[in-house]
């Protein structure tokens, strides 16, 4: 059993926020420090200069000494802090302290103010807070309390994103999970599988992407089967009339003259034929060897002049007309050859007599293109996305005159694929076809290399 994404998705999510929470809280713990500080000494500050204003009110009622050190004593202790009015030399200080705590709580709180005796003499005043044992524990109870909240607020904080991620995360695997059972189904042959995967983001785009696979896988095995059955039907034909001609002749029931070992040479041709277009097919799946400059204009010259023969032949006019200028592209000229080949040869296959087969060559921006029109039966609309399939035959092509294996336009598309370039068709049954090649063309620099 293999560790689950969401749990994996679940816990890093949950160790992010730990993190961010508790750095986000030491950050919040040291500026409620910085602020609770500062609020306080500034509270304090604002009460020191109170008492300073305080003092010299007092100094101003003009009282005797004794009078002045008790004031000073019994607002000391009423404000907690200790005042100490330092007058110039041959003058003796007084104070007053508050009774709540011991000693100073230190020169950060400490108020100096100045004072102008009765006698015109200079003094002054230096208000300074005691330790005060019931606000420092005012003040510690309020930073626990603060911490307190930051720690109830972490923990709350934790348990939603665990909450939160565990439900998000368990949505968003969920169709992984079932895409994941489909991919299983579908390697064990169970191609007409489906994910019901909705919508528009990547996980709905994954869905419709796999669907789009198993529909290729399925259609790649429909073609399969029925490559089956034709391969075994093509063989099987040309294989029972050579055996029935042969025991035919052995038994004395068949003269071995002249005509009967014709029929039987004609259908040795067609299982060569047969092979032959195995062997165009083979040799795809190894890369091209041959990388040169074709010129496609001699290429087309070569296949025309054998080509217009059997055109002739079935009473039909092969259209040609060479460029001024040889059209050069790059690759393997005999693969091209045979590309193009196969498609004029299908032209010339399936127009009837009296039709017409053109050849084009030209140039499209940066292409080189080929285009190769016919008057033949044409291809229905629903056939076209297939007839670039290996082994794939058009309802029109599956007699024996004009049958085929259905490998020819697969070696096609293949090898102008191969070559950088791609076929486009247009056809309308009852009126005829045309396809166009386009081939990467090359400039004049460029055909030495």
Same mark, same amino acid.
């Given at each position: 059993?293999?560790?689950?994404? +969401?749990?994996?998705?679940?816990?890093?999510?949950?160790?992010?926020?730990?993190?961010?929470?508790?750095?986000?809280?030491?950050?919040?713990?040291?500026?409620?420090?910085?602020?609770?500080?500062?609020?306080?000494?500034?509270? $304090?500050?604002?009460?020191?200069? =109170?008492?300073?204003?305080?003092?010299?009110?007092?100094?101003? $009622?003009?009282?005797?000494?004794?009078?002045?050190?008790?004031?000073?004593? /019994?607002?000391?202790?009423? +404000?907690?802090?200790?005042?100490?009015?330092?007058?110039?030399?041959?003058?003796?200080?007084?104070?007053?302290?508050?009774?709540?705590?011991?000693?100073?709580?230190?020169?950060?709180?400490?108020?100096?103010?100045?004072?102008?005796?009765?006698?015109?003499?200079?003094?002054?005043?230096?208000?300074?807070?005691?330790?005060?044992?019931?606000?420092?524990?005012?003040? %510690?109870?309020?930073?626990?309390?603060?911490?307190?909240?930051?720690?109830?607020?972490?923990?709350?904080?934790?348990? +939603?994103?665990?909450?939160?991620?565990?439900?998000?995360?368990?949505?968003?695997?969920?169709?992984?999970? $079932?895409?994941?059972?489909?991919?299983?189904?579908?390697?064990?042959?169970?191609?007409?599988?489906?994910?019901?995967?909705?919508?528009?983001?990547?996980?709905?785009?994954?869905?419709?992407?796999?669907?789009?696979?198993?529909?290729?896988?399925?259609?790649?095995?429909?073609?399969?089967?029925?490559?089956?059955?034709?391969?075994?039907? %093509?063989?099987?034909?040309?294989?029972? +009339?050579?055996?029935?001609?042969?025991?035919?002749?052995?038994?004395?029931?068949?003269?071995?003259? =002249?005509?009967?070992?014709?029929?039987?040479?004609? %259908?040795?041709?067609?299982?060569?034929? /047969?092979? %032959?277009?195995?062997?165009?097919?083979?040799?795809?799946?190894?890369?091209?060897?041959? =990388?040169?400059?074709?010129?496609?204009?001699?290429?087309?010259?070569?296949?025309?002049?054998?080509?217009?023969?059997?055109?002739?032949?079935?009473?039909?006019?092969?259209?040609?007309?060479?460029?001024?200028?040889?059209?050069?592209?790059?690759?393997?000229?005999?693969?091209?050859?045979?590309?193009?080949?196969?498609?004029?040869?299908?032209?010339?296959?399936?127009?009837?007599?009296?039709?017409?087969?053109?050849?084009?060559?030209?140039?499209?921006?940066?292409?080189?293109?080929?285009?190769?029109?016919?008057?033949?039966?044409?291809?229905?609309? =629903?056939? /076209?996305?297939?007839?670039?399939?290996?082994?794939?035959?058009?309802?029109?092509?599956?007699?024996?005159?004009?049958?085929?294996?259905?490998?020819?336009?697969?070696?096609?598309?293949?090898?102008?694929?191969?070559?950088?370039?791609?076929?486009?068709?247009?056809?309308?049954?009852?009126?005829?076809?045309?396809?166009?090649?386009?081939?990467?063309?090359?400039?004049?620099?460029?055909?030495?290399?």
């Amino acid at each position: 059993m293999f560790p689950r994404l +969401s749990h994996k998705l679940t816990l890093a999510m949950v160790l992010v926020s730990a993190f961010t929470i508790l750095v986000a809280s030491l950050f919040i713990d040291r500026a409620m420090d910085k602020q609770f500080e500062a609020f306080v000494e500034g509270a $304090q500050e604002q009460l020191n200069w =109170q008492i300073v204003e305080a003092v010299r009110e007092l100094y101003e $009622q003009r009282g005797d000494r004794a009078s002045l050190e008790e004031q000073l004593q /019994l607002l000391g202790a009423a +404000s907690n802090v200790e005042i100490v009015v330092s007058p110039g030399e041959g003058h003796h200080a007084m104070m007053g302290r508050g009774m709540m705590g011991r000693g100073s709580m230190g020169m950060g709180r400490r108020t100096m103010g100045e004072l102008i005796l009765p006698d015109g003499t200079a003094a002054t005043i230096e208000v300074t807070p005691t330790a005060d044992l019931e606000r420092q524990a005012r003040e %510690e109870a309020f930073r626990q309390a603060v911490n307190g909240s930051i720690l109830i607020a972490a923990v709350f904080s934790v348990g +939603s994103a665990l909450f939160v991620s565990t439900l998000f995360f368990w949505r968003l695997t969920k169709p992984l999970q $079932q895409l994941m059972g489909m991919v299983r189904k579908v390697g064990q042959g169970y191609l007409t599988e489906r994910a019901a995967l909705r919508g528009r983001d990547e996980i709905g785009f994954l869905g419709r992407e796999f669907n789009q696979m198993a529909a290729n896988l399925e259609q790649q095995e429909r073609l399969r089967v029925k490559l089956t059955n034709d391969m075994a039907h %093509e063989l099987r034909t040309p294989l029972a +009339s050579i055996q029935a001609y042969l025991e035919g002749m052995g038994d004395g029931v068949v003269e071995p003259n =002249q005509d009967n070992l014709t029929l039987v040479l004609e %259908e040795t041709q067609r299982l060569g034929e /047969l092979l %032959e277009s195995l062997q165009d097919l083979a040799k795809l799946e190894r890369p091209m060897l041959k =990388q040169e400059s074709v010129d496609l204009t001699e290429v087309l010259g070569a296949l025309v002049r054998p080509l217009r023969i059997l055109a002739e032949e079935k009473n039909l006019k092969l259209q040609w007309e060479s460029p001024a200028e040889g059209l050069y592209t790059f690759g393997d000229r005999d693969m091209l050859a045979t590309a193009i080949r196969n498609v004029i040869s299908n032209a010339i296959k399936y127009t009837p007599p009296g039709g017409l087969v053109t050849i084009d060559l030209g140039i499209d921006g940066s292409q080189v293109k080929v285009e190769i029109s016919d008057t033949g039966v044409g291809i229905a609309a =629903q056939e /076209l996305p297939f007839i670039f399939e290996r082994f794939y035959r058009t309802d029109g092509s599956r007699s024996r005159a004009t049958g085929g294996t259905g490998i020819g336009l697969a070696v096609t598309a293949e090898v102008i694929k191969g070559h950088g370039g791609h076929v486009e068709v247009r056809s309308e049954p009852g009126t005829g076809s045309t396809f166009t090649i386009y081939l990467p063309k090359i400039k004049c620099e460029e055909r030495g290399l």
